[in-house]
């Protein structure tokens, strides 16, 4: 029973495109992340949403756009894909938002942008 | 700006012996530590975390240390099992700050049988 998931895990896709990543949590957690690994390993963080609502928004590209429906889910909009986006993206859920609780995380989409 | 910093990419440690990662921070207003281990193709999970008033916290095999002034914590994991091989990344945060999770690059660990 999977706590975060993702859809897709795979996504190759050409420069210019616009693509969407899906994400779903079953947790009951109020608060929803959006992370970024790129090639140097680095994993940070994208965005943050608290029951729908943009907490952080990070110096990200606009052409990066999160929209939560709803609080189990929080989905990345792309447009416009440029190479440099190609990373593994991963999302993450806690209970309330607080610093010292447990991130949980979503398996990753690996984007690779051509 | 690396304020976390897991300066060995690697370490490998044969069965039964000790690993110690390691990991620096710049922050002094860092207050809270965490450890999280990442298998391939799946996401990071919480390991074991310390907030900044306690120098060790230990769970099972796994022992976080602190020490503030030098601003470094050590992962100790012991005995070592080859299912604890994977990367683990260092995790800080400041309560007040900037209201998010500031990772390392991690440090991928092979524990041979």
């Known amino acids: 029973d999977t706590a975060v998931s993702q859809t897709p895990k795979y996504l190759v896709t050409q420069m210019g495109n616009d693509k969407s990543i899906k994400c779903e949590q079953n947790l009951g957690h109020d608060t929803m992340y959006w992370y970024k690994q790129d090639s140097k390993k680095f994993l940070k963080i994208m965005f943050s949403y608290n029951n729908k609502e943009l907490i952080i928004n990070e110096t990200v590209p606009n052409r990066f756009s999160p929209k939560s429906p709803d609080k189990a889910h929080l989905n990345l909009h792309i447009n416009s894909l440029e190479l440099g986006d190609s990373a593994v993206y991963f999302c993450a859920s806690s209970l309330s938002g607080g610093l010292r609780e447990t991130q949980y995380f979503g398996p990753g989409t690996r984007l690779l942008v051509l | 700006d690396q304020q976390v910093k897991q300066n060995s990419p690697s370490l490998s440690v044969q069965e039964g012996r000790i690993s110690i990662l390691n990991c620096d921070y710049t922050?002094?207003?860092?207050?809270?530590f965490l450890w999280y281990k990442k298998y391939p193709a799946e996401g990071p999970t919480f390991l074991i975390s310390?907030?900044?008033?306690?120098d060790k916290n230990e769970d099972g095999r796994f022992t976080v240390f602190l020490n503030k002034s030098a601003k470094h914590l050590s992962l100790h994991i012991v005995p070592s099992q080859p299912g604890d091989s994977a990367v683990y990344f260092c995790a800080a945060s400041a309560q007040g700050g900037s209201e998010k999770l500031v990772f390392g690059k991690g440090t991928k660990l092979t524990v041979n049988p």
């Open positions: 310390i907030s900044s008033i306690k």
């Open positions: 922050n002094s207003m860092f207050d809270y």
